[in-house]
């Protein structure tokens, strides 16, 4: 088994439980696997700490407990690739997905988009909803609207872009975007997800990218969350959200019929798209 040591210095003992496990998250994600006794001097804290810890990351599908420490469980996301990497993946159910989420978008409100492919789907079946106005992190989004700028003039959607950091999928994220974001309130949020499962929620690939992700659902009086099928199942490093905050999520008829049940007992309204067979 590989060890941590070297990879952290000893972090302060007084963090809350959700700190300490996305430290270990963290750690896992980046070593593969780490052991109870270094997990206890790097944290500070008892050795039933650290595996009270890992009983709650077991849970939400991030590690696999192995004796005398955890493992990355199989199927935990590890690295995400870039936006470009990822826009051609399952198109077909990302166009029908977004499709179906676009009708949700009513004239003349204000919208925000995550960053994500799927999410950058919507923001371009929005471009002739009038009097609408975007606030997004995303970067592939405000250049898509900066684009429609031209095309549709005073008609194109309004741009609200947040600062921050860009990560590799192009989103921006950190203080900055959060600051920005919570000063804000819209009317709906579209928001992709990196991955879906039933015990860890919405997750995402890294703690920044979580956080903003916690802003953004913050400032929204009511949270989309478009998916496609092979979302379903992958954790990534940091949960956002429970399932049951979710007011609407969009996903494509690929999805199977189990996690649609667990999906529609959770979820506010689940919606179901056809995907083209051209």
């Known amino acids: 088994m590989l060890t941590v040591r ?8 007084g963090l809350l439980a959700h700190q300490r496990q996305e430290h270990i998250a963290e750690l896992v994600r980046r070593s593969g696997a780490v052991r109870v006794a270094e997990l206890v001097g790097h944290l500070g804290v008892s050795d039933m700490t650290v595996r009270r810890d890992l009983d709650a990351l077991e849970r939400s599908g991030v590690l696999k407990k192995v004796h005398g420490g955890a493992v990355l469980a199989a199927g935990a996301a590890m690295d995400e690739p870039g936006f470009e990497a990822k826009s051609g993946l399952e198109s077909a159910a ?8 676009a009708q949700l978008v009513d004239p003349g409100s204000v ?4 960053a994500g492919t799927t999410a950058y789907a919507v923001a371009a079946r929005l ?6 106005t975007v606030v997004t992190n995303s970067l592939p989004v405000a250049d898509l ?14 741009l609200l872009l947040t600062g921050g950091a860009p990560t590799r999928s192009a989103a921006l994220v950190g203080p900055l975007a959060d600051q920005s974001i919570k000063a804000l309130h819209v009317d709906l949020l579209v928001l992709g997800a990196h991955g ?23 400032s929204a009086r009511r949270l989309v969350v478009v998916a496609d099928h092979t979302k379903w199942g992958v954790v990534g490093l940091s949960g956002f959200a429970s399932l ?3 007011d609407v999520f969009v ?8 996690a649609r049940s667990v999906l529609s007992d959770a979820v506010g309204e689940l919606l179901v798209a056809e995907v083209s067979e051209a």
């Open 196 to 218: 879906v499962s039933e015990k860890a929620g919405l997750t995402a690939p890294n703690l920044a990218e979580s956080q903003t992700n916690r802003a953004l659902i913050g």
């Open 127 to 132: 471009l002739e909803v009038p009097q609408l």
């Open 251 to 258: 996903t494509d008829d690929g999805l199977g019929a189990q």
């Open 145 to 158: 609207l900066r684009g429609a700028e031209e095309q549709y003039g005073a008609a194109a959607p309004s």
């Open 6 to 13: 070297g990879i952290l210095a000893v972090v302060d003992s």
């Open 94 to 101: 990302k166009a029908a997905v977004a499709d179906a989420a």
């Open 244 to 246: 049951g905050e979710v």
């Open 111 to 114: 919208v925000a988009i995550s």
